[in-house]
Structure formats: C-alpha cells, structure tokens
C-alpha cells in the first residue's frame, strides 16, 4: 500500500481554502464529503511504519511552523480532471520536500526518483473519492474560472501527517508530527 507524507494548514488558512474548494464542490456536486485539503510531499511504497515514523521525526526536529505561497490555479487534465491551487515550489516546503525525498532514499524507501518534475499543489476537486464523475466539460469550466480568480495568498503549515490513502478522516492519519512554533 502506498502511504502519503503530506503538509497541513493551520485554522485561518485551511478555512480561505475551503472556502474555494466548497465553492467548485457545491456547484459540480462531487463529494459527499470533500478531502482534507494538504500538500502531498512525498509517496512512500509499503513502508515498515515504525522505521518510517522514527526516520520522519528526526528529518521535521528542526523544522518550524512556515508559510507557503499560493499562486494562481493549476488543472491536471483526463484522466485526473483535477483542479488545484498551485504552491510555490521555493522557500522552506521545497527544502523540506528535498529532504524528506532524499533522507527517505537514503534509508531504503520505495519514493519517488526525481521530485523536480513534482508540481506542489493542493487539490480542491478531482476524481478521487467523487460521488461522480464529472464531464469534460464542467472540468473545463471550474479549471477556467479557478484561474480567472487569480488566486494569491500566503497560507501556514502547522504540522505533516502520515496518511493512508483512503477518505475516512479518522482511519487516515497514521502519524502526525507537529511543527516548532517560531
């Protein structure tokens, strides 16, 4: 099973967020209940979770609480049909994107090989977990007007959490590691 390192998003930021994400749900009608809006940081093949944790703990120790820098939209299209925010691939979560990737390698971990040719993002609707699918043309239409917003904004990260790959919120998370405050 493929496991998820992803970064999550204080209160104030993860309420502007959904409010998008809400926004293209409601209209399109693709969730019963929409996903946790994150940043996928890295894709971790079978690991041997007590390894992966300890491996995890030590790479975010010196890590603190940062900001990421939401820039306009970015749209993955068939068989994806996802529609996302783009983040900012420079700063902190990129260095710890690297390092996450790299330390990972190093102890054995099945990750991804070239994290350069990843687009950092954060979904707001796609076909994963969707009570339907939707048409081409309503992907076209949300992924059109999510660019037209022109969306730019800072938003915090307050902690990385292991995830299952599954959309029960209570099942999911398989560790979460909290960020220094500053």
């Known amino acids: ?81 996802s529609v996302n925010l783009k983040v900012e691939s420079k700063g902190y979560i990129i260095r710890l994107a690297r390092n996450i990737n790299d330390t990972l390698k190093l102890h054995g971990f099945d990750v991804r090989d ?6 950092l993002h954060i979904s707001l609707a796609n076909t994963n977990y969707a009570v339907r699918e939707w048409t081409s043309k309503e992907y ?7 660019k037209k917003d022109n969306f730019h904004r800072m938003a915090k990260i307050d902690r990385i959490e292991l995830w299952k790959p599954i959309n029960n919120k209570k099942e999911m998370v398989v560790k979460s590691f909290s960020l220094r405050d500053f």
């Open 114 to 119: 070239n994290i350069e040719n990843w687009d």
């Open 1 to 81: 099973m493929k496991y998820y390192l992803v970064a999550l998003f204080d209160k104030g930021s993860y309420s502007y967020i959904e409010e998008m994400q809400k926004s293209i749900c409601k209209k399109y009608k693709i969730y019963k209940n929409m996903p946790v809006l994150h940043i996928t940081l890295e894709i971790i093949g079978d690991p041997d979770i007590e390894k992966l944790s300890k491996v995890i703990s030590d790479i975010l120790k010196p890590y603190k609480k940062f900001k990421v820098e939401l820039n306009g939209a970015l749209c993955f299209d068939p068989p994806y049909k």
């Open 140 to 146: 076209i239409a949300a992924c059109e007007s999510t």
